[in-house]
């Protein structure tokens, strides 16, 4: 009984076909053209148009089934399904019609009542079945008329898919059509680049279809479609909203797939602000590109990781249709870094290390004789590093340093310690480094407080003098004041560039030195220290800057401030 109500319900669908003049194969473009714009003709999901590729969406182990007819006898046949992001079963059955529903559509149906009883119900001719995650077809030079049902099935997790079928298929061509050697080749090789190159489809300029190319880059494997990859890139924000159970959606509820709703989406609750993500690409970081590059068949890749291996995947791609082709992937390892020369520091010695931009440096450390720990001061001049501490390949630290950083690190008999200093994003790095097995050894740079900022007290400002004070430790260090006059434009971002810790008082000009003194305090709560700076000149700007000294005479500049004088008093 159940089975023949779903007999009833696709001959009402095909009572509609019929009252709107819809006649295959022989198509009527334009009535074609309206129809697949017409939601109330397929309100249904399970009605497959001539000549439209057409997308859904599966539940896992919940089968689906969608229905198509041919209406005269050797009629040729194509159907093409797409696998997004998940092996399909599918397969294609032949049921045939009673004679009263084949030939001329009248446009005058016949009463539902008497279809029933002229349908009789049996299990049709299957005439395909594939299961995997190929792009795959059926095609038929020659089929006769009937009653087509497609069931589709995804039993590995929910899925989308999409489905195209045709009755004219020599002169639909809706996708691109691939080169003899469909190939993709890698034609130069870099550590960060790589150029890419294929055959152009005869799709465009033989035929005359816009067609461009979309690559795709990615780190796991080759992708079998565009579908696939983009389900990839889009898996973090839901390729497809699922429907909720129950509810099967129209795969020409245009809102649903991104396209303009045309107020189609109210008629569901649908909101197109939501539904528009469905096939969206968003900028972002990721393992995943897809870059569309226009119809050029060479392409060059740029800001590659050295000595990593990359998936690339070239589609033809129909820009009036959306339809695509894949060729076939290729893959490449970049080429390694160029080894740099590894610098060798000896024991208790401060050692300059300078690193370009996003780059790194390699020191190496070998103590001469047994020891049981290493102590390893790190002063990073200007933006952060990170540094990276090996043992005989055993990784004993991965930090990021600004400022200066002590660390103790256990130590082995003979053990050989390699550290690696990769530089900042924003520009060019500074530092020094001393590593050392002396346990009485005393500290090469000066203890600093956890703030190193000067505070400047606007109240005591005068139009001769501005008075600073600073935060000091439990060690007693000298400490020098240096001042400069800068213009008035002088701004933040200049204070920042030229923020160098490592660069100490003996870079400065004699007449920028105001004072230098000794200070500590036993107790860290009264561990602050004042001075006023006089001898300034009204409605002037200066930058003000603080260096702790070492007994070893190593340096740390505080931030730095600046200060303007009153202009009237």
Known sequence: MRQCRGWSWVLLLLVALGALGQKLPTRDEGLFQTQIRDKSLFH?????????????????????????????????????????DAPLEWRLVLQELPEEASGEASGEPEPLDQQKQQVTVDEGTELFTYKGNDVESYVATSTPSGLYQFEILSTEKDSNFKVYATTTPESDQPYPELPYDPRVDVTALGRTTLTLAWKPTPTGFLMGQPVQYCVVINKEHNFKSMCAAEAKISSDDTFMLAPKPGRDFSPFDFAHFGFPSNGFGKDRGLTSNKISRAYTVKP?????????????NIFTISDLKPDTQYYFDVFAV???????????????????????KTVEL?????????????ASKFLRFAPMSSHQRVTLFVHACLDTVQVQVRRDGKLLLSQNVEGVRQFQLRGKPKGKYLIRLRGSRKGASTLKVLATTKPSSKQPFPS?????????????????SATVAWLGTQDRNKYC??????????GEEQRKREQNQCAGPETRRKSEKVLCKYFHSP?????????????????KT???????????????????????????C
Do not use: M, W
């Open 44 to 84: 249904d999901s399970s009605v497959i148009p001539d000549g439209a590729e057409i997308s859904g969406y599966l539940f896992r182990d919940t089968p689906k089934r969608y229905y198509f007819v041919v209406e005269e006898d050797n009629t040729p046949l194509s159907v093409t399904v797409t696998p997004c």
């Open 284 to 296: 972002k970081q990721s393992d995943i590109q897809k870059l569309c590059i226009g119809n050029k």
């Open 318 to 340: 129909n820009s009036a249709t959306n339809t695509s082709t894949a060729y076939v992937g290729t893959f490449a390892r970049t080429k390694e870094e160029a080894r740099q």
């Open 346 to 358: 000896k024991d208790g010695k401060v050692t300059d290390v300078f690193i370009k931009r996003k």
């Open 448 to 464: 600093l407080p956890e703030d190193t900022r000067i505070k400047a007290f606007d109240k005591l400002r005068t139009c001769s």
């Open 481 to 490: 004041i240096y001042r400069k006059e800068v213009a008035e434009n002088y």
């Open 523 to 539: 107790n860290l709560q009264k561990a602050v220290t004042t001075e006023t700076i006089t001898g300034l000149e009204p409605g």
């Open 542 to 568: 200066y930058l003000l800057d603080v260096y702790v000294v070492a007994h070893s005479g190593h340096s740390v500049k505080y931030q730095s401030k600046l200060v303007k004088t009153r202009k009237y």
